[in-house]
């Protein structure tokens, strides 16, 4: 089998342990009101919904012809840009879920806080995304290729031949992955936000399959393929942002 070929397979097989993972993080039967946040058609998030025996299910999405596959399902979907916030009320929702979207989002501050937001007090948030230290980013670098899911266009996937994408066009709007994050970098911009760490578990393990993949997180999950990290709310934190003497924080609302 061509290396591209087999590797295709991989990345497949992976996305679906991925979203099998995030089914084992979430507590089973738990009910209550569900937010899917990239609802797409809505396919994961009738299993994420069945799983957790939600009450009611809501989502967000950026394609209208996607959200209506999924309003068609009976997911309340609304569109809508997450870099603009969540248009739900505060404290809606007692899990508020999110697979391989922030990756997309270029306010991340933005998309965290409002998922703080909307979520109750005993709430549950489950991020997952690529992970930037897995090794077939690191080895990519190494080898002067574009790490696989760090993009450089809007239009085209290029810089890794080794890619099973490599040449593609993006399929929809919004696709390009324009941030990155290692389990560190979420772990603390989370609780920057006021989402505390519960957990953080690397899966798949390029170029292994799933299985073979699953013991090798075990050992080394810091280089695994993606982060699947459960959150709740805290208070947010104190902290203190750097600033040289000679420069200014810009006010808040300048910011945004």
């Given at each position: 089998?061509a290396?591209?070929?087999?590797?295709?397979?991989?990345?497949?097989a992976?996305e679906?342990?991925?979203?099998r993972?995030v089914?084992?993080?979430?507590?089973?039967?738990?009910?209550?009101?569900v937010?899917?946040?990239?609802?797409?058609?809505?396919?994961?998030?009738?299993?994420?919904?069945?799983?957790?025996?939600?009450?009611?299910?809501?989502?967000v999405e950026?394609?209208?012809?996607?959200?209506?596959?999924?309003?068609?399902r009976?997911?309340?979907v609304?569109i809508?840009?997450l870099?603009?916030?969540?248009?739900?009320?505060?404290?809606?929702?007692?899990?508020v879920?999110a697979?391989?979207v922030?990756e997309?989002?270029?306010?991340?501050?933005?998309?965290?806080?409002?998922?703080?937001?909307?979520?109750?007090?005993?709430?549950?948030?489950?991020l997952?995304?690529?992970?930037?230290?897995?090794?077939?980013n690191?080895?990519?670098?190494?080898?002067?290729?574009?790490?696989?899911?760090m993009?450089?266009?809007d239009?085209?996937?290029?810089?890794?031949?080794?890619?099973?994408?490599?040449?593609?066009?993006h399929?929809?709007?919004?696709?390009?992955h324009?941030?990155l994050?290692?389990?560190?970098a979420?772990a603390?911009?989370a609780?920057?936000?006021?989402?505390g760490?519960e957990?953080?578990?690397a899966?798949?393990?390029y170029p292994?399959?799933?299985?073979l993949?699953?013991?090798a997180?075990?050992?080394?999950?810091?280089?695994?393929?993606?982060?699947?990290g459960?959150?709740r709310?805290?208070?947010?934190e104190?902290v203190?942002?750097?600033?040289?003497?000679?420069?200014?924080?810009?006010?808040?609302?300048?910011i945004e």
């Amino acid at each position: 089998m061509a290396p591209v070929g087999y590797l295709s397979k991989v990345f497949q097989a992976s996305e679906e342990a991925n979203r099998r993972a995030v089914l084992r993080a979430l507590p089973a039967r738990r009910g209550g009101q569900v937010l899917d946040l990239g609802t797409h058609r809505g396919d994961f998030t009738v299993r994420l919904a069945d799983h957790l025996g939600a009450d009611g299910v809501a989502g967000v999405e950026l394609i209208e012809r996607h959200a209506a596959v999924a309003r068609s399902r009976g997911i309340d979907v609304r569109i809508g840009d997450l870099d603009e916030g969540i248009p739900f009320p505060s404290q809606s929702f007692d899990v508020v879920h999110a697979n391989q979207v922030i990756e997309h989002v270029r306010r991340t501050d933005v998309l965290l806080r409002e998922v703080r937001r909307v979520l109750r007090p005993d709430g549950i948030a489950c991020l997952s995304t690529n992970n930037l230290s897995s090794w077939h980013n690191v080895i990519s670098l190494g080898l002067g290729m574009q790490p696989m899911p760090m993009h450089v266009s809007d239009e085209i996937i290029v810089g890794n031949p080794l890619n099973p994408e490599h040449r593609w066009g993006h399929r929809d709007h919004g696709r390009t992955h324009l941030r990155l994050f290692t389990a560190r970098a979420l772990a603390e911009l989370a609780t920057y936000h006021g989402l505390g760490v519960e957990s953080i578990r690397a899966v798949g393990y390029y170029p292994l399959p799933p299985l073979l993949a699953r013991l090798a997180t075990r050992v080394d999950p810091v280089h695994g393929a993606f982060l699947v990290g459960i959150f709740r709310p805290v208070a947010r934190e104190n902290v203190v942002l750097y600033v040289p003497k000679d420069e200014t924080i810009a006010p808040k609302s300048a910011i945004e």
